[in-house]
T-cell receptor, first 115, second 116 residues
Framework: DAKTTQPPSMDCAEGRAANLPCNHS???????VYWYRQIHSQGPQYIIH???NNETNEMASLIITEDRKSSTLILPHATLRDTAVYYC????????????????FGQGTILTVHP | DVKVTQSSRYLVKRTGEKVFLECVQD?????MFWYRQDPGLGLRLIYF???????EKGDIPEGYSVSREKKERFSLILESASTNQTSMYLC???????????????FGPGTRLTVL
């Protein structure tokens, strides 16, 4: 799976948009971009994933550049409860046979939302 | 919503004890996983299972075994607990790609195990 690079920490004011960048310059054509977050002492929480098109769900938006070498997770109106470590993961989704694939979490970005 | 539950949030055991960690998911997922998470080391895969009674070793299976007798339940067993197995243990589950377009993994809340 391709390696990702994220800033170690970011701050955001409550109510503002939080834009978390991720660099994955060695991504290959069959690799997806996944975002998870982990609030202190809890299990990781799935946020969103995409291949090449921008994606949006009830939690966030994912913007992937046209060359797919980087992406941005957007939390449109950050709240204090969004304070967490955010992980960007690039991985292959196996197309057949036994479907499994470990998730490799890097160091992530510590997002702190302040009042 | 997908729900993955783990039997305990916190557990304290003594060296040499046999320890059982239970994980249950309610989404009829075929795949289930056990990870451990340690500071500076990220998540490491211990074992996974893609069907009932099937299991595969992950990256760090030594000192652990697993059991999957029912589709919804995946147990992690520490045969003889040691202090270096003090960690946060995370269970996850996902659909098999033959049944879904994605194999997104959903995690439980974690069990923080301390071995004294």
């Amino acid at each position: 799976d391709a390696k990702t690079t994220q800033p170690p920490s970011m701050d955001c004011a409550e109510g503002r948009a939080a834009n978390l960048p991720c660099n994955h310059s060695t991504i290959s054509g069959n690799e997806y971009v996944y975002w998870y977050r982990q609030i202190h002492s809890q299990g990781p929480q799935y946020i969103i994933h995409g291949l090449k098109n921008n994606e949006t769900n009830e939690m966030a938006s994912l913007i992937i550049t046209e060359d797919r070498k980087s992406s941005t997770l957007i939390l449109p109106h950050a709240t204090l409860r969004d304070t967490a470590v955010y992980y960007c993961i690039v991985r292959v989704v196996y197309a057949g046979g036994t479907s499994y694939g470990k998730l490799t979490f890097g160091q992530g970005t510590i997002l702190t939302v302040h009042p | 919503d997908v729900k993955v539950t783990q039997s305990s949030r916190y557990l304290v055991k003594r060296t040499g004890e046999k320890v059982f960690l239970e994980c249950v998911q309610d989404m009829d997922h075929e795949n289930m996983f056990w990870y451990r998470q340690d500071p500076g080391l990220g998540l490491r895969l211990i074992y996974f299972s893609y069907d009932v009674k099937m299991k595969e070793k992950g990256d760090i299976p030594e000192g652990y075994s697993v059991s999957r007798e029912k589709k919804e339940r995946f147990s992690l067993i520490l045969e003889s607990a040691s202090t270096n197995q003090t960690s946060m243990y995370l269970c996850a589950s996902s659909f098999h790609l033959a049944a879904s377009s994605t194999d997104t993994q959903y995690f439980g809340p974690g069990t923080r195990l301390t071995v004294l």
